[in-house]
């Protein structure tokens, strides 16, 4: 059983309750090969899906998982809604709530808005994606498409390569990967890279080439441009031609390692098109076992009433 | 606490045969039998049963292991249970299918798990084999085709089955008197 009512992040789950989620992802990925997809369990459960910014994935994802499990569900987003008409976030919450509901979904671009909800109403809530700080459940479909690949992670070798500084993908995969004892490199320019990472107990390295050799896995991720105020480097063709990761690349690799990416993948930046369709690449892996683990947080979380 | 001995070897060995006999007296045959296992005990008595039924009539039936977790209606309504594993297969579309289960007390189980077989096709027919039937204890409309041995237990009680091939030294059922 899960410790706490909600999924802030994954800083404060401890590596049982990775394991639990864990396991019961993969009794869901069963069910979702099955000829009848769908469970009861959540069929007195309300959710609502409440997403401040844009998401392809994660939304559907998320959505999914809550219909398989025979959730009813509600979305939310706020274009087009009264957040514009300068609504707080706990009102537009506690509005949503009245309405009965038991869980929320929520994608916010300030980091520690699910934690400042959490605090203030009663729901159980997922974080779905809190500015650049977490995303946890892209976190554990990680962790769960690695252990398929790699069996346990402790003294695996995994790294990250691209824009960490605005990446909450990138944190929340440091956090969950240190707890199952993986070593933990990031790749990057300097601009990218948070100052003082290191103090999380991972190494740092500007050299992509050397942390393919160096790697089992790599989780790489999109330059987020629509977070970047100033530039960080001179222009796209440059970081392509510094830090893009092609087939070839891949090729000359004294092992074969796995190739992850949580989209939406910017092709010819960070991956070239023939190495994001190469079968090292476990990227559709990574959405189809994101249903999954989706089904087995909420599973969890809802069993605490 | 007190915990008393209902069955063990070689009564347990014997019961198993007696079951497979009028399984084989209800003329089940391979082609069109499958035996389903309910988690988490289960799948060991339809291990034995599976194994006994082979060697009897000189052929193997397909097993499976059915988790019916996700089917519960107890769901948050009591501290959540950790799945198991769901492993068939087989198609059941059409087929006869043996349902086991170590302990038939309230019967909710059995029920959470005919709708958990629903996933998996539509069976001709359903029997449930149990080996030990807890009589007067049932919730639901719901009683046992094949009985090893009934016990008549208080609500109150408790039937624990251990089983070798869970790590145990022996295989042993006891009624434990809270």
């Given amino acids: ?305 | 606490m007190t915990r008393k001995l209902i069955l063990s070897s070689p009564l347990l060995e014997i019961t198993i045969s007696r079951l497979c006999q009028e399984l084989i007296e209800n003329q089940i045959k391979d082609t069109e039998t499958v035996i389903l296992g309910l988690q988490p005990r289960g799948i060991y008595f339809a291990e034995r049963i599976a194994n006994e039924l082979g060697k009897q009539l000189n052929t193997s039936f397909p097993v499976g292991r059915l988790d019916a977790t996700f089917f519960r209606d107890d769901y948050r309504r009591r501290d959540t249970i950790a799945p198991n594993s769901t492993d068939i297969s087989f198609l059941i579309e059409n087929k006869r299918v043996i349902l086991v289960d170590d302990v038939l007390a309230t019967g909710r189980m059995v029920r959470a798990a005919l709708d958990a077989m629903n996933s998996f096709g539509r069976p001709a027919k359903v029997e449930l084999c149990v080996l030990i039937d807890r009589i007067y204890n049932r919730d639901l409309p719901i009683n046992a085709d094949y009985v090893g041995k009934s016990v008549n237990t208080l609500p109150t009680e408790k039937v624990l089955v251990e089983w070798k091939e869970q790590g145990h030294e022996a295989d042993k059922i006891w009624l434990i008197t809270q």
């Fill in chain 1, 1 to 305: 059983m899960l410790k706490s009512p909600h999924l802030l992040g994954i800083k404060d789950l401890d590596e049982e309750s990775i394991h639990l989620i864990v396991k019961t992802a993969k009794e869901f990925k069963e069910v979702l090969n099955r000829p009848i997809k769908k469970v009861p369990s959540l069929r007195d459960v309300t959710i609502a899906n409440v997403f401040f910014e844009n998401s392809t994935r994660t939304r559907l994802s998320f959505e999914l998982a809550e219909k398989r499990l025979s959730a009813d569900t509600i979305n939310f987003s706020a274009s087009g809604s009264s957040v514009k008409k300068g609504e707080t976030l706990l009102d537009t919450v506690n509005n949503i709530l009245a309405m009965k509901v038991d869980m929320i979904v929520m994608r916010h671009a300030s980091p520690g808005a699910p934690h400042y909800l959490a605090k203030h109403i009663k729901a159980n809530i997922v974080n779905a994606g809190d500015g650049t700080h977490e995303h946890p459940t892209q976190a554990l479909l990680d962790t769960y498409s690695l252990q398929e690949k790699l069996g346990d992670l402790a003294g695996k070798n995994i790294a990250i390569i691209g824009d960490i500084l605005h990446s909450r993908v990138a944190l929340s995969n440091i956090y969950a990967l240190k707890k199952q004892g993986a070593n933990v490199r990031l790749c990057g320019p300097s601009t990218l890279i948070p100052k003082h990472i290191q103090s999380l107990g991972v190494e740092v390295s500007h050299d992509v080439k050397s942390t393919l050799e160096w790697c089992a896995a790599a989780n790489v991720l999109r330059i987020q441009l629509e977070r970047q105020q100033i530039k960080y480097f001179p222009s796209l063709r440059e970081y392509s031609q510094f830090f893009g990761i092609t087939r070839k690349m891949l090729e000359e690799l004294p092992k074969e390692i796995v190739l992850m990416h949580p989209g939406p993948i910017n092709r010819g930046v960070e991956l070239s098109s023939d190495a994001a369709d190469s079968p090292h690449s476990i990227i559709l892996d990574q959405v189809e076992n994101g249903v999954a683990v989706r089904m087995a947080v909420l599973y969890l979380l809802a069993s605490r009433g």
